[in-house]
């Protein structure tokens, strides 16, 4: 079973079960499986659809009856067919109906399998199609990926709907991630004199339990540790490099997000590096990250090496710097240079961050020779969703181990 198809189906039963059928009872798993399976000789259900869900299943129908694995309906060859034509107006059509007949979540999915299943790239590239879209961060990647060959009266459109996703991302995650860092800049910035408001009273009670006093049941405060405010701090300077080879689309998204969220922070100067096999420095764009994204061009071929000896080239405060490489590590230039110029940034107290991704997608495909490698320094590689980001900047900010995820 389509695995796509059964979350569709899942999705849209929520509006309630066929006319006739009691809600899990025989009547209803017949709809459901008639839903699923698609009709016509392929099913053995024998149950007729009618009214709403036949419209979702001709919604259905046209996506997934096209391919191996696909479902319902066959041309006269008995091959599956999709009916879904490769002209704007008709994809438009449906693209109104999927969001008529199921949640925002089931239409991202099908959108995606659209694109990816039928070829309809291309039709992003009219601003009728990018209207009816339901945007995401799947749909930004590929737009993007489609940036080169965009035609000028499409780019205004493209640009609102990549605009709406980043400010929606940007709503998300921004509090969040300025809470995280700031209380870890205050942390790194600990005085050995605080104020009764300054005291870390935690690290306060760990470095006086030689002080316990048991009868009493009390620690005696006999050094006191505290952290200094933020405007205290001394800032801290932050390096993202961006790989943008095709497979990494979502993590420049979010990285371009988190970058304009970081250079918003006054007590952090962050560089924004993005590179395939040339190293692109976007940091002058950090005040608008749609234009960073624009700015970038997926696909293409990788050399960590250049973009890592540019980014060692910009550090002036090795002991204050973190740099957070992007990447799924498939290195197109030289491996032992990378190497030796990670060992290097980090042998001067750089600490050095290698995500294989940030997104909410997992583990991708990655290099797990050279990611071993980096492990072996000390700079252990791992996928990172979104909302761990800030947790992992946090340790890196305060020179603590990282928060890295069970594999």
Not at 66 to 87: E, F, H, M, V
Not at 122 to 143: C, Q, R, Y
Not at 202 to 217: C, M, S
Request: aromatic share 4%.
């Amino acid at each position: 079973m389509d695995g796509a198809v059964d979350g569709a189906v899942d999705g849209g039963v929520a509006g309630g079960p066929g006319k006739g059928s009691a809600a899990g009872g025989p009547g209803e798993r017949l709809r459901r499986w008639r839903l699923v399976l698609g009709g016509e000789a392929a099913d053995g259900t024998g149950y007729a659809l009618s009214g709403r869900d036949a419209a979702m299943d001709g919604a259905l129908a046209s996506l997934y009856g096209a391919g191996p694995g696909g479902r319902g309906k066959r041309d006269r060859s008995g091959d599956r067919s999709a009916g879904l034509g490769a002209s704007a107006p008709s994809v438009a059509r449906w693209l109104g109906d999927i969001r008529t007949y199921f949640p925002s979540s089931v239409v991202q999915v099908m959108q995606r399998d659209a694109i990816d299943r039928l070829g309809l790239s291309a039709l992003l590239l009219e601003p009728e199609m990018l209207e009816a879209v339901e945007a995401d961060v799947h749909l930004v990647g590929t737009l993007l990926s489609l940036n080169r060959a965009m035609p000028e009266e499409t780019k205004e459109t493209a640009r609102a709907v990549v605009r709406k996703v980043v400010e929606d991302l940007e709503k998300r995650l921004a509090t969040r991630t300025k809470a995280t860092l700031t209380g870890a800049l205050d942390r790194s910035a600990r005085i050995s004199r605080p104020r009764h408001r300054d005291i870390d009273w935690d690290r306060t009670i760990r470095a006086n339990l030689k002080n316990y006093l048991p009868e009493h049941g009390t620690v005696v405060p006999e050094r006191l540790v505290g952290y200094g405010r933020a405007s205290q701090a001394v800032k801290k300077d932050v390096v993202l490099c961006i790989d943008q080879s095709g497979s990494m689309a979502a993590s420049v998204v979010y990285a371009s997000v988190f970058g304009a969220v970081l250079a918003s922070m006054r007590a952090i100067r962050t560089r924004l590096v993005v590179f395939d096999t040339a190293v692109v420095d976007l940091t002058d764009q950090l005040d608008d990250p749609v234009d960073v994204l624009f700015g970038t061009q997926l696909g293409g071929g990788t050399d960590i090496n250049r973009a890592l000896a540019y980014c060692q080239s910009q550090i002036t405060r090795p002991a204050e710097t973190v740099v957070v490489l992007i990447s799924d590590l498939y290195e197109g230039g030289i491996r032992d240079e990378m190497l030796k110029r990670v060992a290097a940034m980090k042998g001067a107290g750089v600490q050095f961050v290698a995500l294989l991704a940030l997104s909410d997608e997992g583990a991708p495909a990655y290099d797990r020779e050279h990611a071993a490698a980096l492990a072996a320094l000390g700079a252990p590689a791992f996928a990172c969703t979104p909302d761990l980001f800030p947790e992992v900047m946090a340790a890196a900010l305060e020179k603590r181990p990282l928060p890295v995820p069970e594999a």
